[in-house]
């Protein structure tokens, strides 16, 4: 079992920077893939970034790709997402998940979610 809890979120003007944390309890963490997914009101929830369980390989949505910067420190069990150059279509609530070691684009084979954090950009 895994719960996880995001921090970070807020209200950012475009071309802003905000740096999310998603924070994991069990002793298991480092066996696990961990991912960013977004949702937008009225939206379907979206892929954003994901590392696998070493950190040595991940994976972008080709929207973010040279903007955002997906970390974790098996040491403290987080994960962070580093978001630069914000813009109004970032805005969403965004979630982290967990799922067994390898990373995933389909929110579906992830098995343990956050509550999520609300990020907005204003223009």
């Known amino acids: 079992q895994v719960q996880l809890v995001e921090s970070g979120g807020g209200l950012v003007q475009a071309g802003g920077s905000l740096r999310l944390s998603c924070a994991a309890s069990g002793r298991t963490f480092s066996t696990y893939a961990m991912g960013w997914f977004r949702q937008a009101p009225g939206k379907e929830r979206e892929f954003v970034a994901a590392?696998?369980?070493?950190?040595?390989?991940?994976d972008y949505a080709d929207s973010v790709k040279g903007r955002f910067t997906i970390s974790r420190d098996n040491a403290k069990n987080t994960v962070d997402l580093q978001m630069n150059s914000l813009k109004p279509e970032d805005t969403a609530v965004y979630y982290c998940a967990a799922r067994r070691l390898a990373v995933a684009r389909d929110h579906s084979q992830y098995y343990y979610w956050g509550q999520g954090t609300q990020v907005t950009v204003s223009s």
């Open positions: 590392v696998n369980w070493s950190g040595g390989i991940v």
